[in-house]
């Protein structure tokens, strides 16, 4: 294959470039029996409540096989490895960690925001109650930290998950407090304090799974720090198009209903930057004449949010994060192919095409 | 000091060894710089939540100073670098984790059990609500882990932590989980079964919090194996000694009402053994002839629980689980000094006299 330019007659039968549906699939088969074994190792009323939360079984214990999540977590741990140059193999306990980092703080996460559903079943504090799903987070937190504690690079890959861990909580209290700011005046949230919160929340984790990824393959140093930061961008660009499908999205694609974040009054990007914008003044007033709107004042609050410009605000900010990861990852030496799947992922996360 | 055996003038000048509570005193002292900077190092409301679990402040942060708790997971991390020769001052990051660890278990423990106070003020997902409680117990945790991974020797020590952790968790789910098991039959609760739900749920992180101060030190092998163990069976007679207190304890000492355990209907030694002896089948008919019993049954029942022998058999095991755990710290050799200390603390600690 290295000398394909001077065989051009087998040129038509080279297999296209993986679609990010493909890689993701062969990382999450890669990682599954790991993980698989991972969960089944829990106390087991736990390893049950755990197997629910993935999808893999119903209350009480029956088989089932539920949409799980894209596994993107997991795909990024072991592209980090191939990316620099290990085996794929070597990011395995990373991925198995990072998708229970993420179960983990989706279990939590759904207590304190008291969302009743997840993936269209009911939430694991709803199905099982709250202090088991407390529990149940507990555990999956403890064994991410035990998995990548029992490998080789143990000191600084359990370090590289425990500043995302740190950072986790305190995007997530970023986050509640927002709730209780004021869309206007001083206390107001700024768009640059909501990306940091992004940064923290959904940003720290995916920079982990890469940076580990290539810890757990021996990288250190500058390498793994890029890895680190290009994730922590991805992050941001992709809460901020999972905010723009918030409000725009189509429910039959997104599961959610439409302008579901305007009715709950959340603090995202486009609505931030519409009431930091010259025309945001009648969007501040409608936002501020009443604690929940209405289904006529949550469609005319999407419309004087993409006219003050928030919408394109969005999209430019996300793009621009988008671009940093690419640009961080190009000012690195990184195995071609693992560099050409990641950037395959990393454009269609941004995309929200998987 | 080493020959005071020939200079008998000097031996009444001699300092008496020193009392449990001044070696946790001194422990506790020398652990707290530490403690503070970890949890002044967390997101600002997080870090006020963790000065309210900690009796540091109120609930909007003025400054306070209730009871901590005696410290004795932070002292026995402390003498087990101590008692393997090294210094102190080793074994305070893990004397922090393990303090950390302990604290983020009562937040959560508390929400999983219903329980409003702690130590007799409104436990914190009582005054700050459950999310919260939850989100800083998560806090507590990823902290704890993050202060042993920056240590030196952080491979083995992580890992003596999350092995804990897990064990902390199954021992909660056990716990849990007893509480909708009969009384008698063949569903019922074994005092054999209790004993490995106490020895995860309590003496995990007392063995943890030996081992790990002594890993801290550099040491391995055995000796780290030995003290882990032994500080897993002070747990069960801790436990056990809990129990006894929970039925026949001094409220005004115990801070805790009168047969409080009986009136919850908790599964503890002193009843389970009881019910598992000749005498047991009055204390069965009683305990399961209603869900809860008023105030004159569960005086009966404290006194057929006597009767039958779960008092005496319920010291008899935690006097056999501290001679277990006496006798393995006899079998390695420690620094003479450190040992008295830790064993002055293991005597006070299952007399439940500190």
Redesign the interface.
Known sequence: MTSTALQPSTASTLPAPPTAARILRRCRELAAPALAEAVDG??P??AEMAGYALGRCEVGGAPADHSQGKGVRQALAVLGAEAVSGPAEAGVPGAVAVELVHTFSLL?DD????DALRRGRPALWKAYG???A??A???L???A??TV??TPH??PA??QL??A??D???G???D??FADRPWTGPEAVGVGEYETMAERKTGALLGCALAIGARLAGASGGTVTVLDRAGRHLGVAFQIADDVLGIWGDPSVTGKPVHGDLRQGKKTLPVLAALGAPGGSELAALLGSSASLDGEGVRRAAVLVERAGGRTAAVREARRHLTAADTLLAGVPLAPGPAADLRTVLSALADRTI
């Open positions: 829990l106390h009323w736990v939590h207590i304190m925001d008291g709250t202090g088991p407390v529990l987070g507990d555990a937190f403890a064994l930290v035990e504690a029992l143990a000191g359990v370090r425990t500043t861990l740190g986790l909580v305190r997530q209290a970023d509640l407090l």
